[in-house]
T-cell receptor, first 116, second 112 residues
């Protein structure tokens, strides 16, 4: 079964450093998302991406964050200058095959970011 | 924007008993309501979903009911087993491509 894959699984970084989290969505999906989950809390929406542009973003997704689809397969989340409060699990997800809408979001395994 | 409230935050049941988790949503335009199960350190996994054109959906031991008028939906797990222990999240969204808004989660413990 196709899967969303994410790298790295865990990244430790110093406050103020730039971090790039990478995702490979399912190949025939059209919508891509980043969510984050602070330890013990709920899953929070960051940004959605469709047709090579951001379709929606949350108030969390400020100027420190950016997303990119640099080629036909990767989808990246960049945090320019990490803060302690950016420590969380970041989940990439994709949805909607080209054939029909199921609505189901397929999540990757997550990238745990620890900011020291 | 959409707001999803979920109750209870923790639920302990005896193996074999039923478990019910309830969610309410605020956006009357929401029409897709999935439930996710998340085991410790793992990704959320879809276990069942319902669209606004139906009131109930069942898949073996799990079922979801939806009341659009009252804007609430519930997850029912019957004959619970220890492997059902996990965090369960409800969510809501509008049409396809729209973000999912998650509830705060329910920690379900099934005691054997």
């Amino acid at each position: 079964e196709p899967e969303v894959t994410q790298t790295p699984s865990h990244q430790v970084t110093q406050m103020g450093q730039e971090v790039i989290l990478r995702c490979v969505p399912i190949s025939n999906h059209l919508y891509f998302y980043w969510y984050r989950q602070i330890l013990g809390q709920k899953v929070e929406f960051l940004v959605s991406f469709y047709n090579n542009e951001i379709s929606e973003k949350s108030e969390i997704f400020d100027d420190q964050f950016s997303v990119e689809r640099p080629d036909g397969s990767n989808f990246t989340l960049k945090i320019r200058s990490t803060k302690l409060e950016d420590s969380a699990m970041y989940f990439c997800a994709s949805s909607v095959s080209s054939g029909s809408w199921t609505g189901e979001l397929f999540f990757g395994e997550g990238s745990r970011l620890t900011v020291l | 924007g959409e707001n999803v409230e979920q109750h209870p935050s923790t639920l302990s049941v005896q193996e074999g008993d039923s478990a019910v988790i309830k969610c309410t949503y605020s956006d009357s335009a929401s029409n897709y309501f999935p439930w996710y199960k998340q085991e410790l350190g793992k990704r959320p996994q879809l276990i069942i979903d319902i669209r606004s054109n139906v009131g109930e959906k069942k898949d073996q031991r799990i079922a979801v009911t939806l009341n659009k008028t009252a804007k609430h939906f519930s997850l029912h797990i019957t004959e619970t087993q220890p492997e059902d222990s996990a965090v369960y999240f409800c969510a809501a969204s509008r049409e396809y491509g729209n973000k999912l808004v998650f509830g705060a989660g329910t920690i379900l413990r099934v005691k054997s």
